[in-house]
């Protein structure tokens, strides 16, 4: 089946513009996940939502940064003022979430929007 | 602060040989372990989940966890040159985020 599917693959702003980020998670998973990676870094977590509830925001950097994922499906990660330090690989990940833990949080991650602040 | 901490690298092994890479953990209460490859470009990609003490083994991988030492490796067996990638070590606690290595650079020679 399709995997995790993220829009756009490309994205270039001018400092201080709004940018919307989305992702569609693989069918049936509940749980998707928000990450971003600097070159040489591995991700680090920013939100997590298991279905249209927000359950972790404490890796978002500051209130610059929102998401949402109003139908419990596709989630949209929002970034206003953006500034060149926010310049990044965004990657989303989804998993089943649902049940004991092990297998049902094994994420599997989309190919990231790469973000480029001017 | 939970940690993860790998060797960077790079490290090169020739084809056909076992590349062996290493990790350790600073949260005792994790209690899932993943590595991921990462493409140059690419996402990461899961390749082994290993939930309890011992070894795993999928085809050519061998995923091994020691929750006393906090201390995970994963092998490579007969390696090629097509598994030169980097390898994120990656751990989940009780939330259910994911906490990563910051990654191992391998190298297969042909």
């Known amino acids: 089946g399709a995997g995790v599917s993220q829009t756009p693959s490309n994205k270039v702003t001018e400092k201080g513009k709004y940018v919307e980020l989305r992702c569609d998670p693989i069918?049936?998973?509940?749980?998707l996940y928000w990450y971003r990676q600097s070159l040489g870094q591995g991700p680090e977590f920013l939100i997590y939502?298991?279905?249209?509830?927000?359950?972790?925001d404490s890796g978002l950097p500051n209130d610059r940064f929102f998401a949402v994922r109003p139908e419990g499906s596709v989630s949209t990660l929002k970034i206003q003022r953006t500034e060149r330090g926010d310049s990044a690989v965004y990657l989303c990940?989804?998993?089943?979430?649902?049940?004991?833990?092990?297998?049902?949080?094994?994420?599997?991650f989309g190919p990231g929007t790469r973000l480029t602040v001017l | 602060q939970k940690e993860v901490e790998q060797n960077s690298g790079p490290l090169s092994v020739p084809e056909g040989a076992i590349a062996s890479l290493n990790c350790t953990y600073s949260?005792?209460?994790?209690?899932?372990f993943f590595w991921y490859r990462q493409y140059s470009g690419k996402s990461p990609e899961l390749i082994m989940s290993?939930?309890?003490?011992g070894d795993k083994e999928d085809g050519r991988f061998t995923a091994q966890l020691n929750k006393a030492s906090q201390y995970v490796s994963l092998l490579i067996r007969d390696s090629q040159p097509s598994d030169s990638a980097t390898y994120l070590c990656?751990?989940?606690?009780?939330?259910?985020?994911?906490?990563f290595g910051s990654g191992t650079q391998l190298t297969v020679l042909p």
């Open positions: 990940a989804s998993s089943l979430g649902e049940g004991a833990f092990g297998s049902y949080n094994e994420q599997f």
């Open positions: 069918s049936g998973h509940t749980a």
């Open positions: 939502f298991q279905g249209t509830g927000a359950a972790d």
């Open positions: 949260d005792r209460g994790s209690q899932s």
């Open positions: 290993i939930y309890s003490n």
């Open positions: 990656t751990v989940g606690g009780s939330a259910r985020q994911l906490t």
